[in-house]
């Protein structure tokens, strides 16, 4: 994709979708949430959440994933559809996202095998056949003939109840390897009845599904279908299957397709799409699948610049554009874009730390770099009663978030960094493959201070007498972290660098080999960015597994990388001492050797807090923000440095 800019007149042509007329062609696609109560139902954090995305201007709002029947959840506080008493409060979701000019359907789902084994009892958990999913270890049963009748039936009653609630449409996956996609694939349909063998038969279940929706809401109601170009797995579907698919989908009535990727159980990656993985690489195959159907046809997958999605339409490879996860990070995105101001727009990085790796420690959805999703309804950026002197000290990305929030609110803020450039340790954090999206986030948070009005200093470095002759009435100390060291015996007369200075360019691996000390985050990443540079490398961490402190799907595509790249990883090993070239490790109870010629540590940091430390006693209010309190993700740096802002 290019990185041009224009007014992107397409993205802002309406779209016809049956009888529907969509004001744009951006479509929030859905993003599970977790708002919900343990009984499905709507809360008021879904209305702010959904109602913030209408003012944003999304052509369409596609809702989280609804279950149709209880044994088809994934998280405990997923939004249900399964029952007539869920439909008051679906109503108040849908008027509130009108009142606020919103167009939004409804996406009803059962997950099938995807379903959470923690949720769903053994016995309960269904498929079209008996085919484990690698990804939650799940050995579903089939569904006897008898029994898919039912489940048809679920999702009509739910499409029914989607329009007795007042959304404008319904979403129905075929994709992703939920129950339906389960059918279709002859990866997890093994059956031998009308409802299995060949592609016409694997598809009856879903146009039966179709058939049943279609009865229960009427010709006027649009009925939109999500499904795989391709499931990115030895067996699954692939085009040549999309194709056909397509077609006999249009021939049952839909009245358009939304084109998408992967299987929740074994290509979870190309479903999520976290960083590593490819950006917008559908769009050549929704430009296939739109050449074999006249209804609109719609893409996602890593879309996130609004000249990339003007892109896909101009070349004619989609009628509409998905988002997800952008709207996470921007709500604003289409009214931006509309307006011009690319610059303005907080992208999405892919890092997951907000959205789905906090879902999966079964907290709810947030954003790392929008710190009011999922508080819409809480926080605002409103003005400050009394204008205040703010003195923020660190450029990095608390103390940015810091400074533009609190100068928002009409506060005096100047912020003093130390280095040459804003940004802190997410450059570092930005260098490692696929990690350049983080750029962007720094990007973003130079502008919002400069419109601000932030008063930067760069190249100053701040003493405890400096802020104290300054006196402002609030200083926030946001001075990140430092490299932890093991002076480990014979370390200082070996050849060695620290992961901070490698990654940050003040030091190389000339050697054509290296040995990283650390298998967490840092370490790993940093072994990734040397083996892409040609090094041979090896990682010793010391607990028995790596990554400890990453989101496991980030985890398996990173080792996955590493693997590729022929990089040796040993756990359970612990550093003893070094002998100039080699370095000497405990292995259970034997000692082993690696040969080495560049040794770099990756061993973790520590708080930087001697500037907090120092002010602990002063006549003004302090603040300690980030890595500076402790160590942590860029989520809580950020997190605290708007609440912080908001607060002053």
């Known amino acids: 994709m290019s990185d041009r800019s224009d007014t992107f007149e397409r993205l802002f042509q309406p779209l016809q979708l049956g009888g529907l007329t969509l004001p744009n062609r951006v ?45 088809g959840r994934e998280i405990p506080t997923q939004l249900g559809i399964h029952d007539d008493g869920l439909l008051p409060g679906l109503k108040r979701l849908t008027e509130a996202v009108h009142a606020a000019g919103g167009v939004i359907f409804a996406h009803i789902n059962h997950a099938g095998r995807a379903a959470n084994p923690k949720l769903v009892p053994e016995g309960e958990r269904v498929s079209a056949w008996a085919v ?166 719609g893409v996602a997958g890593r879309i996130r610049r609004p000249d990339w999605a003007e892109e896909v339409l101009e070349r004619g490879q989609a009628d509409f554009i998905g988002l997800g996860r952008p709207f996470l990070a921007d709500p604003d995105w289409p009214r931006k874009a509309q307006a011009g101001d690319v610059e303005g727009i907080a992208l999405c990085a892919a890092c997951h730390q907000g959205c789905l790796a906090e879902l999966r420690k079964g907290h709810t959805t947030s954003c790392l770099v929008n710190p009011l999703t999922g508080h819409e309804g809480e926080f605002r950026i409103t003005p400050a009663d009394h204008p205040r002197r703010v003195l923020v000290v660190g450029g990095g990305v608390a103390g940015l978030e810091a400074a533009w929030v609190a ?21 570092i954090a930005s260098v490692p493959p696929h990690k350049e999206e983080f750029f962007d986030l720094i990007r973003y948070l130079e502008v919002m201070v400069r419109r601000a009005g932030v008063e930067v200093h760069l190249n100053t470095p701040v003493t405890p007498e400096m802020v104290r002759e300054i006196a402002p009435d609030v200083a926030v100390i ?154 942590r993700k860029a989520l809580e740096a950020i997190q605290e440095g708007f609440k912080v802002g908001l607060e002053v």
Request: glycine share 10%.
């Open 407 to 427: 100068a928002q609110r009409g506060h005096h803020v100047a912020l003093y960094e130390k280095s040459d450039r804003l940004g802190g340790q997410f450059h």
């Open 132 to 297: 484990r999913c690698p990804a939650n270890g799940v050995l579903p049963r089939p569904l006897d003939r008898e029994e898919i009748p039912t489940y048809v039936g679920y999702f009509a009653q739910a499409a029914r109840r989607a329009k007795e609630a007042g959304f404008d449409g319904v979403e129905i996956p075929f994709s992703h390897g939920y129950l339906i996609h389960q059918f279709l694939s002859p990866l997890t349909n093994h059956r031998d009845d009308e409802y299995g063998g060949p592609l016409e038969n694997r598809l009856r279940f879903g146009l039966e599904v179709l058939a049943a929706v279609r009865e229960a809401v009427g010709e006027d109601f649009p009925i939109l279908v999500r499904m795989n170009a391709l499931d990115h797995v030895p067996g699954g579907l692939t085009l040549w299957d999309a194709v056909p698919i397509a077609q006999a989908l249009e021939a049952a009535g839909v009245d358009g397709l939304s084109i998408t990727s992967g299987t929740m159980c074994e290509s979870v990656p190309f479903c999520l799409y976290p960083a590593g993985t490819p950006k917008a690489h559908l769009p050549p195959f929704s430009a296939q699948i739109r050449t074999v159907v006249s209804v609109p046809v």
């Open 478 to 631: 946001a001075t990140g972290g430092v490299p932890l060291i093991i002076h480990f015996p014979g370390l200082e007369e070996s050849n060695w660098v620290s992961a901070h200075d490698l990654l940050d360019g003040r030091a190389e691996v000339t050697t054509d080999s290296a040995l990283v000390i650390g298998g967490g985050l840092v370490g790993l990443e940093t072994a990734d960015f040397l083996a892409a540079r040609g090094k041979r490398v090896t990682v010793v961490e010391m607990l028995d597994t790596i990554g400890g402190d990453m989101d496991p799907l980030a985890r398996a595509v990173l080792t996955k990388r590493l693997q590729e790249r022929a990089v040796m990883v040993y756990t359970g090993t612990k550093v003893v001492r070094v002998e100039k070239d080699r370095v000497i490790a405990q292995r259970g109870d034997r000692e082993v050797v690696f040969p080495v010629e560049t040794i770099v540590m990756a061993v973790g940091a520590r708080a930087n807090r001697e500037l907090a430390d120092a002010l602990q006693d002063a006549p003004f209010e302090v603040h300690v923000i980030g890595d500076a309190v402790r160590p």
């Open 27 to 71: 479509v929030m696609t859905p993003v599970k949430l977790g708002y919900a109560t343990k009984q499905g139902e709507v809360t008021d954090r879904h209305i702010a959440f959904y109602v913030r995305r209408a003012e944003g201007g999304a052509g369409l709002i596609i809702t989280e994933p609804m279950y149709v029947w209880p044994n």
